[in-house]
């Protein structure tokens, strides 16, 4: 069983595109994140729900829209999408501020 | 603003050879945790620290936190090919207990057979 799954795990697509990535955990965890890696691997927080609310929201431009419609799931939505979102998106998931789970991460090519 | 920092940012050695990285924070922090990237994969936790001056062992790998919890190191004894990822440590960031984590820039570690 997939702890943390995230679709699509590759998504290509124009500047100016609307996309959504989604994410799901099976763990009963109550905290969920969206990352951002850049292609210096470095691991920036974006986004943060404990219990479907909005808990960490980090200068990410407001193009990015999360939305969790409930404790097991932590969507993504990018308006207006511009070269410099090229990146890996992963989803994480946590009890409490204990140890994090990723997913298998989202690679989003923007061009 | 808080900082996570790691060295060396990439490590190249002969398969059994040690490897060691280093992570300071700018801040004390309650705790550290340390992941591990394997190319194209995603960050699997290793372990966390807690107390001051806590030394963890997993097999080869050696975990420390130091005395004024600023900074942590990850030991790696007689490396093997499996051993090659990034290794990144993290510590909570911000005041409140959001589970926000602040992640060094990762040490890329490769090993040579």
């Known amino acids: 069983d997939t702890a943390v799954s995230q679709t699509p795990k590759y998504l290509v697509t124009q500047m100016g595109n609307d996309k959504s990535i989604k994410c799901e955990q099976n763990l009963g965890h109550d905290t969920m994140y969206w990352y951002k890696q850049d292609s210096k691997k470095f691991l920036k927080i974006m986004f943060s729900y404990n219990n479907k609310e909005l808990i960490i929201n980090e200068t990410v431009p407001n193009r990015f829209s999360p939305k969790s419609p409930d404790k097991a799931h932590l969507n993504l939505h990018i308006n207006s999408l511009e070269l410099g979102d090229s990146a890996v998106y992963f989803c994480?998931?946590?009890?409490?501020?204990?140890?994090?789970?990723f997913g298998p991460g989202t690679r989003l090519t923007v061009t | 603003g808080q900082q996570v920092m790691q060295i060396p940012q990439y490590q190249h050695v002969q398969e059994g050879e040690d490897f060691t990285t280093y992570c300071n924070s700018s801040t004390t922090l309650s705790n550290i945790q340390w992941y591990k990237q394997r190319p194209g994969g995603h960050p699997v936790f290793l372990i966390q620290l807690v107390k001051s001056g806590e030394v963890k062992k997993q097999k080869r790998l050696t975990f420390q936190f130091g005395e004024a919890k600023k900074n942590s190191s990850l030991h790696i004894t007689a490396t093997q090919t499996t051993d090659v990822g990034t290794y990144f440590c993290?510590?909570?960031?911000?005041?409140?207990?959001?589970?926000?984590?602040?992640f060094g820039q990762g040490t890329t570690l490769q090993v040579k057979p």
């Open positions: 993290a510590g909570p960031g911000g005041s409140s207990n959001t589970g926000k984590l602040i």
């Open positions: 994480a998931s946590s009890r409490a501020t204990y140890e994090q789970y």
